[in-house]
């Protein structure tokens, strides 16, 4: 380097830039390779978000992908597979039941088998997010079990509830904490906890608990992460369909505890819902990207989706041109229910939305497994395989 310098000082202005420039980007990529080593899973996965970002990827995903299908369950391959030739470039999961040490989730789905599946994604290079429909510790019914206050019943110090409460989340920390590689590596995933809030079907919601019982909630679980050691977990806001940016950051557990600026927003009621589905997507999304921009975090749709895809053209002219006007890093839609025969969000063999499903998986502005991999690999697997 000092050659080099000494050289420049000799050239032109020109040169000398071009040099200063070779010796600048010569110490920033020994820098980062130097940072890639010591940083934490959580880390990595958020730098990587930030390269698909700024390669305009936008990863497409699927709740329980592999796992179970429109008419199959536990053997299969995926419909989404099925149908484009790739997996989704990011699976989603559900712990909900782990707070009861269940050996199978809300949905059925072993949690050995989630264990799997999520290691399987990573190896071949696709990334996970987990969501988590826990029981209400209060009244023992499900999550969508608004009664008893729970929130703020779990967050009174000393009682049985709080250490039940807290118990759950260490369980939640463990299973995560505990997704490692053949190597013993903890894999970088996702969790979105404490989702969609801003509604009131959920006894974590908003009409059953306070904006700052919700934040304590927030502040709560990732201290029993923390304390845990749990280093792997990248953090998901995200709130359903919200009226306002300001109702957006009412219950916003601050910098600190959130990395990418989630929402979940659906499609309803087919062609004649579009207009409404668009509108609040976009005031949403205009919204929460002017807010990522400040706070310099991804922004995600969490969720979307229009159950039964009555619109054959739904992936190409509503979702796709959403994630081309939004810097969205990745948009999820849901499950692809086994015995929920109308309960399905991608298509699967035959299905009229089939083509298009394929076009929109053709968009180069769409990343399934594949090209997270081959464009944006994981920097700590120097060659994962892809499978
Ligand atoms: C909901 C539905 C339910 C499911 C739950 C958790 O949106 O799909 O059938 O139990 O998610 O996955």
């Not at 990732?222 to 940016?245: K, L, Q, T």
Request: hydrophobic letters at 35%; aromatic letters at 12%.
């Amino acid at each position: 380097m000092f050659r080099m310098r000494f050289e420049a000082f000799r050239t032109s202005r020109g040169r000398i830039q071009l040099l200063l420039s070779v010796a600048l980007t010569g110490l920033l990529v020994s820098c980062s390779a130097q940072d890639t080593e010591t940083m934490t899973p959580r880390e990595r996965l958020l730098a990587r978000l930030r390269r698909i970002e700024r390669l305009n990827g936008c990863v497409f995903g699927h709740h329980d992908d592999p796992v179970y299908g429109h008419d199959w369950n536990g053997c299969g391959i995926s419909d989404v597979k099925t149908v484009t030739g790739d997996f989704p470039g990011l699976m989603s999961w559900d712990i909900g039941l782990i707070e009861y040490g269940s050996l199978r989730n809300l949905d059925d789905v072993p949690f050995d088998r989630i264990r799997r599946e999520a290691i399987a994604q990573h190896d071949r290079g696709g990334l996970n997010t987990f969501s988590w429909h826990l029981r209400n510790p209060v009244t023992g019914g499900d999550s969508w079990d608004v009664e008893g206050h729970a929130v703020r019943a779990c967050l009174t110090e000393g009682t049985a509830l709080s250490d039940t409460l807290r118990r759950w989340i260490a369980s939640a920390a463990d299973f995560l904490g505990g997704l490692r590689d053949a190597s013993g590596r903890r894999i970088p995933v996702i969790f979105r906890p404490w989702h969609e809030h801003t509604g009131d079907w959920f006894w974590w919601g908003e009409s059953s608990t306070s904006p700052e019982d919700y934040k304590a909630l927030w502040h709560l679980t990732r201290s029993i992460f923390d304390e845990s050691g749990v280093d792997n977990v990248v953090w998901a806001y995200s709130p359903d369909a919200i009226a306002s940016a300001d109702e957006y950051v009412e219950r916003y557990p601050g910098d600190r505890y959130v990395d990418i600026l989630g929402s979940d927003i659906y499609h309803f009621d087919g062609e004649e819902g579009v207009a409404d589905f668009l509108r609040q997507a976009c005031s949403q999304l205009d919204a929460v990207t002017a807010l990522a921009a400040r706070k310099r975090k991804p922004v995600a749709l969490t969720e979307t989706g229009s159950e039964g895809i009555p619109m054959k053209n739904w992936f190409t002219e509503v979702l796709l041109p959403l994630c081309e006007r939004y810097p969205l890093v990745y948009v999820c839609v849901w499950r692809n229910a086994h015995d929920l025969p109308a309960h399905y969000y991608t298509p699967y063999p035959d299905h009229p939305a089939a083509p298009d499903f394929c076009r929109f998986y053709e968009s180069p502005r769409i990343w399934f497994a594949r090209e997270v991999q081959t464009k944006c690999p994981d920097p700590d697997e120097p060659n994962p395989a892809y499978d």
